[in-house]
């Protein structure tokens, strides 16, 4: 009878939390995640391989377009449209976002830096306030908040241009802290144990201790030379 | 209409390079990540972050997945990861989180009127959660969001089936207690 009254309170508790407790993820951040996605299908390899060689390619791209335009300029003309901050266009927000997007591997991913969380969040609560007047419309970069680089004296319009260059330059190299804490269950640390046991001819245990990781930890990537040795002592036949 | 196919097969699918798979699974799973992590760190920001990272390494790692891991488990494993690493860096410090959901700006007068009530009740059970110890309430949101049994969140969490009952006991007992009207209320 208590059993009873009891699961009709818990079901009662888990309506009320099925109905109160639905939040969603931002448009914005549904748009990054589906980009990642969409590159690393074409791409046709794992992202987190080389997590900044897209920003970096970018802001080179960027920093030889600037030098360029400034070199060949004639004194009092104005940029090209190509410079101009755009305030809405599919390509370069998605390529902002991904720059601002935190590197695929490192704990410091929840240790950014102030300034670039606050960029994030501004870009977030543009695009949610973007999609409800339309899903398509992608959020303002933080260089398009800003006057137009055009309506500048030519001094300025330098230094705008490189701001912005540096903007996206900041975006790409996010620091990378230290782990603050390592425990017996870190990856790292299992790593290293199978590596002792395999030197210690422990292949069985090795073996046991990988699939323990492989199943802690699925998205973590175990060097080759262990797979090879654990490979190559099962032809040999197990201890 | 529905896509038949199974979350295993859309993985692995996707895997293989095709991105509409990948679409039908993003669809499918979104809102419980992100219910799951929300739930879990009490702050938005952080959830983001969380949500992002979980989506990334699970894109990261699609030549990994293999038929039989289970599409579910082995996603909130790498969400729970996640978070597991968010507390540590914070150095298991809940009450911040409850703290951070405290001085949240209220922004309920700019609201519809009807949709007040459901707001507040929102936050209520937001703040219920909030009061949780997180192995209770992590336990909570993975019973609820990845439909986890006592035997797979034991394993996960490395303690004993009846550690994680007695868990989701007092936790399902807290929350009641803060959500629910009293016994004089309900007529008792």
Redesign the interface.
């Known amino acids: 009878m208590t059993e009873q009254r009891n699961d009709k309170?818990?079901a009662?508790?888990?309506a009320?939390?099925r109905?109160?407790?639905?939040?969603?993820?931002?448009a914005g951040?549904?748009r990054?995640?589906?980009v990642?996605?969409?590159e690393?299908?074409?791409s046709?390899r794992?992202?987190?391989r080389l997590p900044w060689l897209g920003g970096l390619v970018t802001a080179s791209v960027a920093i030889v377009a600037v030098a360029v335009v400034l070199q060949q300029a004639p004194p009092g003309s104005p940029p090209p449209e190509s410079f101009a901050p755009q305030p809405s266009g599919e390509s370069e927000t998605s390529g902002l976002e991904i720059l601002m997007?935190?590197s695929?591997?490192a704990?410091s991913?929840?240790?950014?830096s102030a300034e670039t969380?606050r960029a994030?969040?501004q870009i977030?609560e543009m695009s949610s306030a973007g999609a409800d007047e339309s899903d398509a419309s992608p959020p303002p970069s933080a260089a398009a908040l800003r006057p137009p680089v055009q309506s500048l004296p030519e001094q300025q319009r330098a230094e705008r241009l490189g701001d912005i260059v540096t903007e996206q330059a900041a975006n790409v190299a996010e620091p990378v802290a230290p782990k603050?804490?390592a425990?017996a269950?870190d990856p790292d640390t299992v790593l290293a144990r199978i590596k002792a046991l395999l030197e210690d001819g422990e292949i069985q245990r090795a073996r046991e201790v990988l699939e323990g990781l492989k199943?802690?930890?699925?998205?973590h990537d175990i060097p080759e030379e262990i797979e090879t040795a654990l490979r190559k002592e099962s032809g040999d036949g197990r201890r | 209409m529905t896509d038949p196919r199974t979350d295993d097969d859309l993985m692995l699918a996707f895997g293989a390079g095709a991105s509409d798979a990948f679409e039908v699974l993003y669809e499918r799973y979104r809102k419980p990540l992100y219910r799951y992590l929300y739930h879990a760190v009490g702050d938005k920001t952080a959830a983001d972050d969380l949500y992002q990272d979980a989506w990334s390494r699970i894109i990261a790692s699609r030549e990994k997945f293999r038929r039989g891991n289970g599409f579910k488990r082995w996603a909130f494993r790498i969400a729970h990861n996640r978070l597991v690493d968010h507390w540590r860096v914070l150095g298991r410090r809940p009450g911040m989180d409850a703290e951070a959901l405290e001085t949240a700006p209220d922004d309920a007068g700019r609201v519809p009127e009807e949709m007040l009530y459901r707001d507040q009740q929102a936050e209520r059970l937001h703040a219920a959660l909030m009061q949780l110890p997180i192995e209770q309430r992590d336990a909570f949101l993975l019973q609820q969001e990845a439909g986890l049994s006592l035997a797979d969140i034991a394993e996960r969490e490395r303690v004993g089936k009846e550690t994680i009952k007695s868990r989701l006991r007092y936790a399902v007992g807290k929350l009641k207690a803060i959500l629910e009207p009293g016994p004089e209320a309900a007529g008792k």
């Open positions: 309170h818990d009662a508790l888990e009320l939390y109905e109160a407790g639905d939040v969603e993820p931002d951040l549904d990054i995640i589906r990642r996605a969409d690393s299908s074409r046709g794992s992202s987190n997007a935190p695929v591997g704990d991913t929840l240790e950014s969380r994030r969040s977030r603050l804490h425990t269950a199943r802690e930890y699925p998205e």
